[in-house]
C-alpha cells in the first residue's frame, strides 16, 4: 500500500528522524488505553507509550489499579537518553498506546530513536492519521529497470510468532539487470514486520505451460509449484443469488465478482456462505484437472480483526497476544474455527451432490493472489465446481481450469546476495539475516524500503523462466486508540471466541463503515488495482 500523498510530511519527518539518531526501536502492537476495570493485571511483556512522547517498559507486565499503571519498568523520556529504572506509576489518562512485544527477539529494553515518539505524538495530535493507516503485511514489488510493480503481501495473517508462516508468490514484471534480479520490499503501514527469510525461486518450464504456487494449508511448507497447461472454456458460472458471473471470472483482468449486498445483510441474522459455481466441459480419458483462482480479500476479515477480535478485549487483548496465543492447542482450535467461517472452500459435484476436496486460506486486501491444485475428474460429461466463501469477504478475479499438466520444470532457489536500505538510514545490513529460517530477523518499522538483490543463473535452453518469492516470517499489527473507548462492563475478561455471534456482529459494522472505510484505503495508495462488479 503506498503512502497516503497527504502523510508526506509525516512520513518525511519520520524517515529524516531516523537519518539523525542511530538506535532503532523495536515496536510490536500498540493500542490506546481508556476505560478498563479498577484492578486488571497484564502478564505480557508490555511498552507504554504516554502523550509526551516519553516511553515505560514493564518487561514482566504490569498492575492497573485506580486508573493508575503501577510496576517494575524502565521509563525513557522523549529523546530516549534520559533512562529511570526501577518502581514506575504512571497515569491512565497519560496513556496514548501500549504494545505488546516480544522479549525472545527484543531482549532487553531496545526502545529506539526518537522517530517513535515523533510518529506517536503526531498521530495523537491529528485522530485523521492514525485512522487513516490500515493493516498490510509485507508489500513486494518486482523492477523493471524504470518503474516498480506491486505483486504480492507476504505471509498474510501471520499476526504472532507463533503461527509464523511461509509464503510462495508470482513475482512478473520483473527483468534481470546486470546479472541480477530486483525486489523492493516495503513496509507501507502502522505496523512491525519480521521477515525471516526471502529467497527467489526461478522456475525454467515448457512455454506452453504457466507455473502456479500450488496451494497449502496456513502453515505447511510453500514452496511447490504446478504447471497449468491449456485452459479450458467456462461454459457456465453462477452465483448463489442466480447471477450470471461469467464474465466476471473468465480473464485476470481486474473485473472481479463480490457478493450481493444483500447476502451481507442476512448474514448479520443467520451465518450463511455465498458461492460461484463454474462448470466446464470434461474431454475424453481426463483423470486429473488442475484448478487456478485469483483473488485477493476484502477488508471485511480487517474489521473483524480489529473490532471484534481486539477491540472487545479492551486491556486483556495483550494477554490475549502474548499469553493465550503461545498454547498450540488454542491456536489449532483457532484455525479450525476460522477454516469454518473464512477462506474458500472447494467442492466438486460427484453427480448427486457437492463434496468438499479443497480449503484455500484467505490473503491480503492488496494484492491479487494467485494459487492452484489438483483435483479428480468426476465420472461425467461437465465437471462442476462450487467455491464457497463469507458474503463480500473474497474478490474473485478468475477461475482458470485446465485438464494438462505436467512435471517438467526445474527449480532454483536463489538466496539474497545484497539488501540495501533505499533511504539510507542503515548501512551494511548482512542478508544472513532473510536467507534462511532461523532466530535471525530483519525488523522493518512503518516507511521502511529495502531492495533486495538476487545473483541470476543461466536459463535453461528451450525453456520459459518464471520468478516467485518464497518469504517467512510474521508481523504486529499497531492498534490505535480509538478501537478501545469501551466503558468497563463491556470489555471482555474472556479471550475471544470465533462464533457465529461474532460473525453477525462483524458483519453489522461491516455495512455501518464498508464505503468509509474502503474508499479511505483504497484512496491512501497510489495505485488502485481492478473494479469492483456490484
Not at 232 to 248: D, E, F, H
Not at 296 to 320: E, I, P
Not at 421 to 449: F, H, M, Q
Request: proline fraction near 3%; aromatic fraction near 14%.
Amino acid at each position: 500500500m503506498k503512502r497516503k500523498q497527504s502523510l508526506v510530511g509525516l512520513c518525511l519527518l519520520f524517515i529524516l528522524s531516523q537519518l539523525t539518531l542511530s538506535c532503532i526501536y523495536h515496536q510490536t502492537r500498540a493500542f490506546r488505553a481508556e476505560s478498563v476495570e479498577a484492578a486488571s493485571i497484564i502478564k505480557s511483556p508490555t511498552k507504554v507509550h504516554l502523550y509526551d512522547g516519553s516511553l515505560v517498559v514493564f518487561p514482566e507486565g504490569f498492575v492497573l489499579r485506580d486508573d493508575t499503571i503501577t510496576g517494575y519498568g524502565i521509563r525513557y523520556d522523549f529523546t530516549r537518553t534520559d533512562v529511570i529504572e526501577g518502581k514506575q506509576n504512571v497515569a491512565q489518562k497519560s496513556v496514548a498506546f501500549i504494545e505488546y512485544y516480544e522479549k525472545r527477539i527484543q531482549a532487553g529494553p531496545i526502545i529506539g530513536g526518537a522517530s517513535a515518539p515523533v510518529l506517536f505524538n503526531l498521530a495523537i495530535q491529528n485522530p485523521k492519521i492514525y485512522k487513516a493507516f490500515f493493516g498490510s503485511c509485507p508489500t513486494l514489488y518486482s523492477f523493471d529497470g524504470k518503474d516498480f510493480h506491486l505483486q504480492a503481501e507476504s505471509f498474510s495473517y501471520s499476526v504472532s510468532r507463533n503461527i509464523e508462516t511461509e509464503d510462495l508468490d508470482r513475482i512478473e514484471q520483473g527483468k534481470t539487470l546486470n546479472e541480477h534480479y530486483f525486489l523492493n520490499v516495503r513496509n507501507e503501514a502502522l505496523e512491525t514486520h519480521y521477515i525471516n527469510s526471502m529467497k527467489l525461486l526461478v522456475v525454467d518450464h515448457p512455454k506452453e505451460y504457466e507455473p502456479f504456487p500450488e496451494n497449502r494449508s496456513f502453515l505447511s511448507r510453500k514452496d511447490r509449484i504446478i504447471l497449468f497447461g491449456r485452459e479450458s472454456r467456462i461454459i457456465k458460472a453462477t452465483s448463489r443469488t442466480g447471477r450470471n458471473v461469467k464474465p466476471l471470472l473468465s480473464a485476470r483482468d481486474g473485473l472481479y465478482y463480490t457478493s450481493d449486498t444483500s447476502l451481507v445483510h442476512e448474514l448479520t441474522k443467520k451465518v450463511n456462505k455465498d458461492w460461484v459455481e463454474v462448470e466446464v466441459i470434461v474431454p475424453n480419458g481426463a483423470k486429473t484437472m488442475v484448478v487456478a483462482l485469483r483473488f485477493r480479500n476484502t477488508l471485511f476479515h480487517t474489521v473483524q480483526f480489529y473490532d471484534v477480535t481486539l477491540k472487545r478485549q479492551g486491556f486483556y487483548a495483550v494477554d490475549w497476544l502474548g499469553q493465550k496465543m503461545t498454547n498450540p492447542l488454542y491456536l489449532n482450535q483457532l484455525y479450525n474455527r476460522y477454516k469454518r467461517y473464512f477462506g474458500i472452500w472447494v467442492e466438486l459435484w460427484n453427480g448427486s451432490r457437492y463434496l468438499q476436496k479443497e480449503f484455500v486460506d484467505d490473503t491480503g486486501p492488496i494484492a491479487w493472489h494467485q494459487v492452484a491444485f489438483k483435483l479428480p475428474v468426476p465420472k461425467e460429461n461437465t465437471a462442476k465446481l462450487r467455491l464457497r466463501f463469507l458474503p463480500d469477504n473474497i474478490m474473485l478475479d478468475w477461475v482458470g481450469i485446465s485438464f494438462e499438466f505436467s512435471d517438467d520444470l526445474v527449480v532454483r532457489e536463489i538466496k539474497c546476495s545484497g539488501i540495501i536500505d533505499t533511504s539510507g538510514v542503515r548501512s551494511n545490513i548482512s542478508s544472513s539475516l532473510i536467507d534462511k529460517k532461523d532466530n535471525k530477523y530483519l525488523v522493518t518499522y512503518p516507511t521502511d524500503s529495502y531492495l533486495l538483490s538476487f545473483k541470476m543463473e543461466d536459463k535453461l535452453q528451450a525453456q520459459k523462466r518464471s520468478y516467485f518469492l518464497n518469504s517467512c516470517g510474521f508481523y504486529i499489527e499497531w492498534i490505535r486508540g480509538d478501537w478501545f473507548r469501551y466503558s468497563q462492563n463491556i470489555l471482555d475478561k474472556k479471550s475471544f471466541q470465533l462464533n457465529e455471534s461474532s460473525i453477525k456482529e462483524a458483519a453489522k459494522i461491516w455495512i455501518s463503515k464498508k464505503a468509509s472505510f474502503e474508499r479511505q484505503f483504497f484512496n491512501s495508495r497510489a495505485t488502485s488495482e481492478g473494479r469492483g462488479i456490484k
